[in-house]
């Protein structure tokens, strides 16, 4: 299965650029190009895309705009930023709003190749009916070892993980009614892509803040569950300043 593409950039050599590059890599396909912010919630509309290569800067809807408008929208296309935006407000935005990558504007093909090979790979991780430890472990990007070591007086967030974000899905727990919950109840209340959402809980639950179980629906298709131990209301503390 093809992960469907839609390039969103106003500069159509840079769009063409992108679009060469994405061709060169295995497991994408091309799904089209928008200009705008608003032809490109059009074309989310008609047609149904897994993943956006987004820029920031441009006319009328800028990036950071458009992102908001699609998790508000409830939208589940993944997002890789890729712009000329290096400022830590519009990187620390376009995080806490569910990218998954952020490329920073002019990069080489080896980070771009870098950016979509982790993606895929994650990608079909989250279409499989079960994940083993050493899957998921992969999908979160380190070990339930780290997690430990990070159990330090002032213990640091994985690579690629925010205190921005974990707090959205640590408020968006204590908000549910039900205290067992999904990856798919986290993403359908938080702005955040399932992905983002799954590797934040995998790390809540290396971290002890949390525990998983495999549950089996009435059409048998298993899903992952969490809750919150005990003690998984202290440990957060460490984590994040709310």
């Known amino acids: 299965m093809n992960i469907k593409v839609l390039i969103v950039e106003d500069d159509p050599m840079v769009a063409k650029f992108n679009r060469h590059y994405l061709e060169q890599i295995r497991g994408f396909?091309?799904?089209?190009?928008?200009?705008?912010g608003d032809e490109a919630l059009k074309m989310l509309a008609e047609q149904e895309i897994d993943l956006l290569l987004l820029d920031i800067y441009m006319p009328r809807t800028s990036g950071l705009q458009l992102l908001s408008a699609l998790r508000e929208q409830g939208s589940k296309a993944d997002i890789i930023v890729i712009s000329?935006?290096?400022?830590?407000?519009?990187?620390?935005k376009?995080?806490?709003?569910?990218?998954?990558?952020?490329?920073?504007?002019?990069?080489?093909f080896a980070r771009f190749q870098a950016?979509?090979?982790?993606?895929?790979?994650d990608f079909q991780l989250m279409h499989k009916e079960h994940l083993s430890q050493?899957?998921?472990?992969?999908l979160l990007r380190h070990s339930v070892a780290e997690a430990e070591e990070g159990k330090a007086e002032v213990p640091a967030l994985p690579k690629g993980l925010t205190e921005g974000t974990l707090e959205s899905i640590w408020n968006t727990i204590k908000q549910?009614?039900?205290?067992?919950f999904s990856t798919e109840d986290i993403s359908s209340h938080a702005p955040i892509s399932r992905i983002?959402?799954?590797?934040?809980?995998?790390?809540?639950?290396?971290a002890g803040i949390l525990e998983m179980e495999l549950s089996y629906g009435a059409v048998g298709r298993p899903v992952y569950m969490y809750?919150?131990?005990?003690?998984?209301?202290?440990?957060?503390?460490k984590y994040i300043s709310g």
């Open 176 to 180: 549910l009614q039900n205290p067992v």
């Open 227 to 237: 809750k919150v131990k005990p003690e998984g209301h202290e440990l957060i503390s």
């Open 196 to 206: 983002s959402v799954r590797k934040y809980l995998a790390f809540l639950t290396g």
């Open 84 to 92: 000329a935006a290096s400022d830590n407000a519009s990187i620390r």
């Open 29 to 36: 396909e091309f799904a089209g190009w928008a200009a705008s």
């Open 134 to 138: 050493e899957q998921l472990d992969k």
């Open 115 to 121: 950016a979509l090979s982790a993606y895929r790979e």
């Open 94 to 108: 376009a995080l806490q709003n569910g990218a998954v990558d952020y490329l920073i504007k002019p990069f080489e």
